[in-house]
């Protein structure tokens, strides 16, 4: 009965491939988001969806790419890797935007060689 | 747009002790300031949140209080104990349909 599930947990590619992560939630969470965790562990935004409606955008390489089958789901897939792209990424979920207690997935640790 | 900033970025306290960590805010819309603990190798889960017409908080041992004025707002961890051991970061949201900022974390080490 996990809240926020992602798939993998682990990834180890090399530099210009095309990877994809998964993320599911079963709260019934209106809004999911995408989150990149460097190794100086700072959190910051990348996405985020509402209603399955791109919300936020931030500044990110146009190389990522998310996409929201439906309310439950947010993948993201990143193409042509390269090595400043290795990071923690954490997929969350709420009721609402930022208002609310964001739930975390289990992070997918991405190490690009 | 909104920017936080926390600190220390490492704070080792003795065991039983007291641990404070304090974040500022820049915007002065912002009304809503939750506090996340990741442990080590683990997701980030909210401890305590505050909402702006609030000045204090408790959920037993932490606290969290906010100075809407000085824009600052602070967690107070008392009797601290090994599991409290953690990075916990702050945030605040200007208003309900924008994003939250993470503040860059703190490492919290208890010490034996």
């Known amino acids: 009965d996990t809240a926020v599930s992602q798939t993998p947990k682990y990834l180890v590619t090399q530099m210009g491939n095309d990877k994809s992560i998964k993320c599911e939630q079963n709260l019934g969470h209106d809004t999911m988001y995408w989150y990149k965790q460097d190794s100086k562990k700072f959190l910051k935004i990348m996405f985020s969806y509402n209603n399955k409606e791109l919300i936020i955008n931030e500044t990110v390489p146009n190389r990522f790419s998310p996409k929201s089958p439906d309310k439950a789901h947010l993948n993201l897939h990143i193409n042509s890797l390269e090595l400043g792209d290795s990071a923690v990424y954490f997929c969350?979920?709420?009721?609402?935007?930022?208002?609310?207690?964001?739930?975390f997935g289990p992070g997918t640790r991405l190490t690009v060689t | 747009g909104e920017n936080v900033e926390q600190h220390p970025s490492t704070l080792s306290v003795q065991e039983g002790d007291s641990a404070v960590i304090k974040c500022t805010y820049s915007?002065?819309?912002?009304?809503?300031f939750p506090w996340y603990k990741q442990e080590l190798g683990k997701r980030p889960q909210l401890i305590i949140d505050?909402?702006?017409?609030?000045g204090e908080k408790k959920d037993q041992r932490i606290a969290v209080t906010l100075n809407k004025t000085a824009k600052h707002f602070s967690l107070h961890i008392t009797e601290t104990q090994p599991e409290d051991s953690a990075v916990y970061f702050c945030?605040?949201?200007?208003?309900?349909?924008?994003?939250?900022?993470f503040g860059k974390g703190t490492r919290l080490h208890i010490l034996p």
């Open positions: 915007d002065s819309a912002s009304n809503y």
């Open positions: 505050i909402r702006s017409n609030v």
């Open positions: 969350a979920s709420s009721l609402g935007l930022a208002f609310y207690e964001q739930y």
């Open positions: 945030a605040a949201t200007p208003n309900r349909d924008d994003k939250i900022i």
